[in-house]
Nanobody
Framework: QVQLVESGGGLVQAGGSLRLSCAAS????????MGWFRQALGKEREFVAA????????DYIDSVKGRFTISRDNGKNTVYLQMNSLQPDDTAIYYC???????????????????WGQGTQVTVSS
């Protein structure tokens, strides 16, 4: 089992920045990739970004490219999501997830992730 704890959410004005953190504990050696997903009120959960824990290969949805950056600190077993130029459409609960299966590229499919955090709320005011 891998336990994931997100932090760093909050309320920010449009154009502002936040950095989300996701600390992993437990059987972290089994983690291949880490992803961030978000779910806005009344909408389905969507992929935001992911990083391969061992190769640093990353993937982003188009709407956050150039604004969000995913990174990792292996020593701290932590993955980060730096979010700049935030917009009201970014308002959602943000979840981190861990994938324990080797893939050439990190997956965008939430169903393929094995472990999930509890989520952290990000609210962007206009």
């Amino acid at each position: 089992q891998v336990q994931l704890v997100e932090s760093g959410g909050g309320l920010v004005q449009a154009g502002g920045s936040l950095r989300l953190s996701c600390a992993a504990s437990g059987r972290t050696f089994s983690t291949i990739a880490m992803g961030w997903f978000r779910q806005a009120l009344g909408k389905e959960r969507e992929f935001v970004a992911a990083i391969n824990w061992r190769t640093d290969r990353t993937d982003y949805i188009d709407s956050v490219k150039g604004r969000f950056t995913i990174s990792r600190d292996n020593g701290k077993n932590t993955v980060y999501l730096q979010m700049n130029s935030l917009q009201p459409d970014d308002t959602a609960i943000y979840y981190c997830a861990a994938d324990a299966t080797f893939r050439l590229s990190p997956s965008r499919d939430a169903g393929l992730y094995d472990f999930w955090g509890q989520g952290t709320q990000v609210t962007v005011s206009s």
